[in-house]
């Protein structure tokens, strides 16, 4: 697997462990760990975190 | 309380973008994450020039785009990042509003279902209802095109707003699996957009070596509604 990959793969990981609502210090710290580690690491969060965000474009209204 | 003094991210940052770190001088990265943090104030004022709620985190995205791709002298010449954030931001957004574009909805039953449900709430007028940006589109292509569960759990979680706990609770699958159809479906969501852009995840990454612009600098233009994804 191509470096850009595995970083790829990675980043897609934090997102969802991040997304959990039961996410830790102790998963944010290894987190900034990582993003820390190489630029391209954080590059691929932001690019993934992009497309997740744009996922809510078609988040349905909630009702009251 | 989940603040301490080592985390780069505080309690109250957790909620929105989970990427808020305190930030470090030491950081090479320190100028992008004082950037960051200013995001919920950046939406905020977004959301009250821009006249589509959808349009708002392009223009975030382009912003981001934009600063990422300064060079080293550029980035160190600015003295107040807020402000240049919010000046850049203003730039992309009249460019953004600029080249906005409405085309016809294609025919995704699901997707199309929750987008008449969704501007039918707002009111908005019948030829709206039956139409999508092309972005919705693409975002819509991109879900129906995963595998099935991984399909079901990304459509919980980001059309329905579900939590990963309820998304496993309504499967009856562990919260474990959940967080990995999630990271998954993500990736390909990502990769089958870039290919409807007519490139591929390596093409990208080759030609965005470590350090300096990381924008795609080969190949054709992607449209400019998607320029987000960089």
């Not at chain 1, 996410?23 to 630029?39: I, L, N, Q």
């Not at chain 2, 209802?129 to 919705?136: D, G, S």
């Not at chain 2, 292509?141 to 979680?157: D, M, T």
């Amino acid at each position: 697997m191509a470096s850009g990959e595995r970083a790829e793969a990675r980043a897609a990981d934090w997102l969802a462990r991040l997304d959990r609502a039961d996410a830790s210090p102790a998963h944010y710290a290894d987190f900034e760990t990582w993003c820390r580690a190489d630029p391209v690491h954080l590059r691929a969060y932001l690019r993934l975190l992009g497309v997740w965000n744009r996922l809510d474009g078609l988040r349905l209204p909630t009702r009251p | 309380m989940l603040r301490n003094r080592n985390s780069l991210f505080r309690n109250d940052e957790l909620r929105g973008i989970r990427a808020y770190p305190k930030v470090d001088a030491t950081s090479t990265t320190a100028w992008f994450f004082r950037v960051l943090a200013h995001e919920r104030d950046l939406r905020a004022f977004l959301a009250r020039s821009l006249p589509h709620r959808d349009d708002v985190s392009d223009v975030v995205q382009e912003t981001y785009a934009r600063l990422l791709a300064l060079s080293p002298e550029r980035r160190s010449a600015v003295r107040t990042w807020r402000a240049f954030l919010f000046a850049t931001a203003r730039n992309v957004a009249m460019d953004h509003l600029r080249r906005r574009d409405v085309v016809s909805l294609d025919a995704l039953p699901e997707i199309q279902a929750a987008d008449v449900v969704l501007r039918g709430s707002q009111e908005r007028r019948p030829d709206e209802i039956v139409n999508l940006t092309q972005e919705r589109r693409l975002l819509a292509g991109a879900i129906e095109s995963l595998p099935e569960k991984c399909r079901q759990v990304l459509i919980l979680r980001k059309i329905h707003g579900l939590s990963q706990k309820e998304i496993a609770q309504r499967l009856g699958i562990a919260e474990h699996t959940v967080e990995k159809h999630l990271s998954h479906g993500v990736r390909l969501c990502a990769a089958r957009l870039l290919e409807a852009m007519g490139s591929t995840p390596s093409e990208v990454y080759s030609s965005c070596p470590g350090s300096g612009a990381w924008r795609r600098v080969s190949g054709p233009r992607p449209a400019p509604r998607i320029g987000w994804l960089v």
